[in-house]
T-cell receptor, first 116, second 113 residues
Framework: AQTVTQSQPEMSVQEAETVTLSCTYD???????LFWYKQPPSRQMILVIR??????QNATENRFSVNFQKAAKSFSLKISDSQLGDTAMYFC?????????????FGKGTKLSVIP | SAVISQKPSRDICQRGTSLTIQCQVD?????MFWYRQQPGQSLTLIAT?????????ESGFVIDKFPISRPNLTFSTLTVSNMSPEDSSIYLC??????????FGPGTRLTVL
């Protein structure tokens, strides 16, 4: 079974600064996908960024980028130029279709507060 | 990405009653999923619902408690039966599109008294 660990329950960052959220995972699968989701107080889950395990290049989406270390099973999210609207819960998620399962496995989340 | 709506957005129910949550998608999708998010917790998959077949439930969730319908490629319902306060959660549906990406509805906040 896959597990996803987010070791930082809460973090804060000053507006316009950079913050990195950590995520590690455990799996025996070789082909999988990793995601970061954002859940603001409105509770809508929003896909922030995705990474395919077979790709060595780190994914980027505007101010959001990841540091994917496959051997270390690490998948951190970097948010540059933090904005007040980035305040939210951030969930790291693992996805694999191995054994016919289509389950997204989520970490416990990191609550990020952007301070003006 | 698909536009997903859920009804109701929130509800307060008495214990022992049942609530049916609807999930509507603006495009046809093969796979739909139902998740539960207990207060302050992460998301846990309840079941996978494919059109034309029985839903597949995850460990700890049973059909008698959480019956699911999937009558077509744009719609699904989840019923929370014989509710107790422990069922107070946010219930979210999601759909799979693109490269194994899941997109979520806005969620239904359920409070059971």
């Amino acid at each position: 079974a896959q597990t996803v660990t987010q070791s930082q329950p809460e973090m804060s960052v000053q507006e316009a600064e950079t913050v990195t959220l950590s995520c590690t995972y455990d799996t025996s699968e070789s082909n999988y996908y990793l995601f970061w989701y954002k859940q603001p107080p409105s509770r809508q889950m929003i896909l922030v960024i995705r990474q395919e395990a077979y790709k060595q290049q780190n994914a980027t989406e505007n101010r959001f980028s990841v540091n994917f270390q496959k051997a270390a099973k690490s998948f951190s999210l970097k948010i540059s130029d933090s904005q007040l609207g980035d305040t939210a819960m951030y969930f790291c998620a693992f996805y694999s279709t191995g054994a016919g399962s289509y389950q997204l496995t989520f970490g416990k989340g990191t609550k990020l507060s952007v301070i003006p | 990405s698909a536009v997903i709506s859920q009804k109701p957005s929130r509800d307060i129910c008495q214990r022992g009653t049942s609530l049916t949550i609807q999930c509507q998608v603006d495009s046809q999708v093969t796979m739909m999923f139902w998740y539960r998010q207990q207060p302050g917790q992460s998301l846990t998959l309840i079941a996978t619902a494919n059109q034309g077949s029985e839903a597949t439930y995850e460990s700890g969730f049973v059909i008698d408690k959480f019956p699911i319908s999937r009558p077509n490629l744009t719609f699904s319902t989840l019923t929370v039966s014989n509710m107790s306060p422990e069922d107070s959660s946010i219930y979210l549906c999601s759909v799979e599109q693109g490269y194994n990406e899941q997109f979520f509805g806005p969620g239904t906040r359920l409070t059971v008294l």
